[in-house]
């Protein structure tokens, strides 16, 4: 569609495209798993990077979950999450030492995109679309008020007040008719309940912040776990350069029904939620597409994005950035 770096989900060499290739030219490496379809009949990806990836049984290792484009407009959480797969694969295949040792003790997993219709829907009809295309009035036709949130619809804390979601289909944060009732929701719900992460890093946009559980207490004094703190680091030493990290009810605002809330609950996963940022002031949602901002966006969240996984096989006491 005329951009230097953003791809769609469907278009010829396009995320889902380059998706399969990943696991076709890497086949001891890299598997890849369709872990559902969306209302739309698109495939919802995951992969797995480790050692010896198709012979060995999902979990088998301590797992660490890289996730993004939950709400449909926030691109660079993609384009990050893309370049942190390609970084990984291509410096194992280069004989990186560090990296090798990595994929040998852990497994990696990769969900580009957590919701492709409503991604595929910002190139093709509305950029600032946030939702899943959920047709909430029935008519057959996806129109303004259509859409779940996708990130309001997990089996925790669900419909637990108006606050931090909301029962009316219009909103930008509609819950749903029940927890877990999208197909996104039960792809990701799913995976985490079978691989039981050690760490996720849920990427969204626009901050920059590091938030972590739990989403819907408000007041809470500190973390429910010191990893939290450890990893993330404090507003003076932040683990990604220029970041807020922080309970993301006080830093942001409440929600319910969050996927990372769910995963600290319920799969013992310490699970955070970088909002990457907007690439130039005011830019929003619509960060610059701009090969050298994209790129040093990247490059600021590495080290952190790399700690999770060097921490996985030893949670308790996590390697910082
Ligand atoms: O509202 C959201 O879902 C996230 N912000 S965004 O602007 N990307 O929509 C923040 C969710 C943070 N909540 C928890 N991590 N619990
Ligand atoms: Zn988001």
Not at 53 to 61: Q, S, T
Not at 78 to 100: Q, Y
Not at 141 to 153: A, C, E, H, K, M
Not at 208 to 234: F, H, K, M, S
Request: glycine share 10%; with cysteine; hydrophobic share 35%.
């Amino acid at each position: 569609a005329g951009y230097t770096v953003w791809r769609s989900y469907d278009e010829p060499g396009g995320i889902r495209d380059q998706l399969y290739a990943m696991a076709r030219n890497n086949q001891n490496l890299v598997k890849l798993e369709v872990l559902g379809k969306t209302g739309q009949g698109r495939e919802i990806i995951a992969l797995k990077v480790t050692q010896g990836a198709v012979g060995l049984r999902d979990g088998a290792r301590p797992a660490v979950l890289y996730s993004s484009t939950q709400h449909a407009r926030e691109w660079i959480s993609t384009e990050v999450n893309r370049r942190l797969l390609s970084n990984v694969v291509d410096r194992f295949k280069a004989g990186d030492k560090e990296i090798k040792e990595l994929l040998k003790e852990t497994e990696l997993w990769f969900v580009l995109v957590a919701n492709p219709d409503g991604y595929q829907y910002t190139f093709d009809v509305e950029r600032l679309w946030r939702k899943n295309l959920r047709d909430n009035d029935g008519n057959g036709q996806i129109t303004v008020g259509d859409g779940v949130d996708p990130n309001r619809n997990f089996d925790e804390h669900f419909n637990y007040d108006n606050e931090g979601s909301s029962t009316a289909a219009a909103s930008e944060t509609y819950r749903g008719p029940s927890a877990v009732s999208e197909p996104e929701t039960k792809a990701m719900q799913g995976l985490l309940d079978r691989i039981k992460p050690k760490f996720q890093s849920n990427m969204h946009s626009y901050g920059p912040l590091i938030l972590y559980p739990q989403g819907w207490q408000t007041g809470t004094p500190e973390a429910d776990n010191p990893i939290y703190v450890a990893l993330a680091g404090t507003d003076a030493n932040p683990a990604i350069p220029g970041f807020d990290p922080g309970i993301s009810s006080d830093e942001l605002y409440v929600t319910n029904g969050e996927t990372t809330d769910y995963a600290d609950s319920h799969s013992g996963t310490v699970a955070f939620t970088p909002e990457l940022g907007e690439g130039c002031e005011g830019c929003g949602f619509v960060f610059p597409d701009d090969e050298a901002l994209v790129e040093a966006e990247f490059q600021k969240a590495l080290p952190f994005s790399l700690s999770l996984a060097k921490s996985a096989p030893d949670p308790a006491n996590p390697k910082s950035a």
